[in-house]
């Protein structure tokens, strides 16, 4: 858009800001949902729509709790038998890449609302994790959960095996041993 205050142009980013009483720029925030996670930029809405593609899901919100995804979810009563959220969670995994996919997911009976029927964030209970925590992770990398994730997954540890046994490879690893 064109640059009311000089030449040039100005380009809308999402990012709110403010001037100061010294004229410099102040970032308030962003005008969308848009997040930060460990360097990927993150659209929530994303994780929510994959959310309610399972057939059980019927509200979803995903926000963020100590720098990773939190997940809510409303399940439709109606259904039997009951729903894990491990079972959810893997429905988002087989759909989205694994920094789209919750980090916690939380079953509700409802999401809490404000006065004027918005979905109200800060009345959220703190996220549930998981796997409790302490609990013992299996070793190594998360097993392909699809057909096209265990081909990836082929090629990765086909090229991985391909690069370690490479000559530059071994000369790398010599130099820091």
């Known amino acids: 858009m064109p640059n009311p205050f000089g030449p040039g142009r100005l380009y809308r980013t999402g990012d709110l800001v403010r001037f100061d009483g010294e004229g410099r720029l102040v ?19 994303e994780t929510e729509a994959a959310l309610l593609t399972h057939p059980r899901v019927t509200r979803a919100v995903v926000t ?6 939190a997940a809510y979810v409303v399940i439709d009563g109606d259904a039997h038998p009951a729903v894990h959220p ?9 759909r989205l890449p694994e920094h789209l996919v919750p980090t916690y997911l939380t079953l ?4 809490p609302v404000t006065p004027n029927g918005k979905i109200d964030k800060r009345a959220l209970p703190a996220p549930a994790a998981l796997s409790p925590p302490g609990a013992p992770r299996a ?12 081909r990836r997954w082929r090629r990765r540890t086909r090229s991985a095996s391909t690069t370690a046994s490479s000559p530059s490879a071994a000369t790398r690893c010599s130099r820091h041993a």
Do not use: N, T
């Not at 963020?64 to 995804?69: A, S």
């Not at 491990?86 to 087989?94: G, L, S, T, Y």
């Open 27 to 45: 970032y308030e925030g962003r005008a969308d949902d848009q997040i930060k996670i460990r360097g990927f930029r993150i659209e929530p809405g």
């Open 64 to 69: 963020v709790h100590e720098k990773r995804l």
């Open 86 to 94: 491990e079972e959810i969670r893997r429905h988002v995994a087989d």
């Open 108 to 111: 509700l009976d409802r999401l």
């Open 139 to 150: 070793p190594g990398r998360r097993r392909p959960s699809s057909p096209s994730s265990a």
